[in-house]
């Protein structure tokens, strides 16, 4: 696997806050979970009707998909397993090389 | 060889170093190849000049790609646009024209350590590779890190944060290099283009303020015509206008610093996509996408040969 097969598991969620307080639950939840943020590139960037991108490690996946939920924010898995993508992206061609 | 190098794939830092000394060793009447410094782990800045060699005084443009490390289409794209003004140079009057009127710099990875850090270790990596003396966290956003309302609004003190500033401007010496080159070739360079990913966007500043720069029309007409271009290849819409308002505020950035510097056209490119694949565009669209920022970037060096 590339990159040890660290990205197992980990998923991009898109999350759509549509309101001022929607914006502060984000800022809050992702706050306590340690994310990788895609769009914007920082939490105080964080606006609303301006989507956010994070990628999520395997472990904390549930974790988030609980928060929004639970406080009804609009979201989205972009990307359901990450390892994949980036085989994908490069991945296949490294097997061709392989080969 | 040069002639097999395939520009539909990404390639890891050594790939790319290799190709520019092959470009600068097959091309002797367009192409100089120079270093403008070392990168924190030592590593050369190589740029690529081309543009035939006229007069000394020609105008020139800047174009760096990865200054972000994560964001791969940009150095593709960069290795894109050399391998198309050199393959068109002969047949396309628009770019022998601006190769014998203009002299591009091209910088395929402005962050070569943080570029090598993505393909061996983490592919979601950001900044350069400094490290922190108070802090086990690495790296500065050399987005952040120019000295232009440095570390302001936009921009983190914490050295952990991926918008770091750094622990003072021009910190990293990769950002310390290119402003210095910069700075020496102010009076040439005309315009300054940098490759970022992704939303789909072109900016100007300003980044730090909401504020009109003085020569906003120009600037502005030349954005519309890039995108108009960039829209005429397959129809894909970017949106464009000053970053402080089309993207966020922030400070510390390239084309803040390049405008203040004297530069008067200076653009930042948010390539593909807006949030489908993300950072992990796959290479099948690594083709469409040079293409029509091709030629975008060629309009805007084609408007510098005209009077705004």
């Known amino acids: 696997y590339l990159y040890n097969n660290r990205y197992a598991g980990d998923q991009v969620f898109r999350i759509h806050p549509n309101t001022e307080e929607e914006v502060g639950r984000v800022k809050s939840i992702l706050g306590h979970i340690k994310v990788d943020l895609w769009q914007p590139n920082s939490l105080s960037m964080i606006t609303h009707n301006a989507t956010v991108d994070v990628h999520v490690k395997h472990n904390d996946v549930l974790r988030l998909h609980t928060c929004l939920k639970q406080d009804h924010i609009s979201y989205e898995v972009f990307i359901t397993n990450l390892q994949k993508e980036i085989e994908k992206q490069t991945g296949y061609r490294s097997s061709r090389r392989r080969r | ?308």
């Open chain 2, 1 to 308: 060889s040069a002639s097999q190098y395939d520009y539909e794939v990404y390639h890891s830092l050594e790939e790319i170093q290799s190709w520019m000394f092959e470009m600068n060793r097959t091309n002797p009447d367009l192409v100089d190849m120079f270093s403008v410094g070392k990168s924190y782990e030592g590593r050369p800045l190589y740029v690529l000049q081309l543009g035939k060699r006229s007069r000394p005084q020609k105008k020139a443009v800047w174009i760096d790609c990865g200054v972000h490390a994560r964001e791969w289409i940009g150095p593709a794209f960069c290795q894109w646009f050399v391998k198309e003004a050199l393959s068109s140079y002969k047949h396309d009057s628009v770019m022998r024209r601006l190769l014998n009127q203009l002299n591009f710099y091209i910088m395929p990875v402005f962050n070569v350590d943080g570029y090598h850090f993505s393909w061996t270790t983490d592919r979601f990596w950001r900044k350069t590779r400094s490290k922190n003396r108070k802090f086990h966290c690495r790296g500065v956003d050399a987005n952040r890190n120019w000295k232009v309302k440095w570390c302001e609004e936009g921009a983190s003190s914490h050295p952990c944060d991926d918008t770091y500033c750094g622990p003072y401007p021009e910190s990293e010496p990769e950002v310390k290099a290119v402003a210095k080159f910069l700075r020496k070739h102010k009076k040439r360079v005309k315009a300054y283009i940098s490759i970022h990913a992704y939303a789909q966007m072109l900016l100007y500043p300003y980044s730090y303020k909401y504020a009109t720069i003085p020569n906003f029309n120009c600037v502005e007409s030349a954005a519309q015509t890039a995108v108009s271009a960039l829209y005429s290849a397959y129809g894909v819409k970017y949106r464009y206008g000053p970053a402080s308002t089309t993207l966020y505020v922030t400070s510390g950035s390239s084309i803040d610093w390049a405008y203040r510097n004297g530069i008067p056209y200076t653009f930042a490119f948010e390539l593909r996509d807006t949030g489908y694949f993300g950072f992990l565009l796959p290479e099948s669209l690594i083709n469409p996408t040079c293409t029509e920022t091709m030629r975008a970037v060629k309009t805007i060096a084609t408007g510098l040969l005209k009077k705004c």
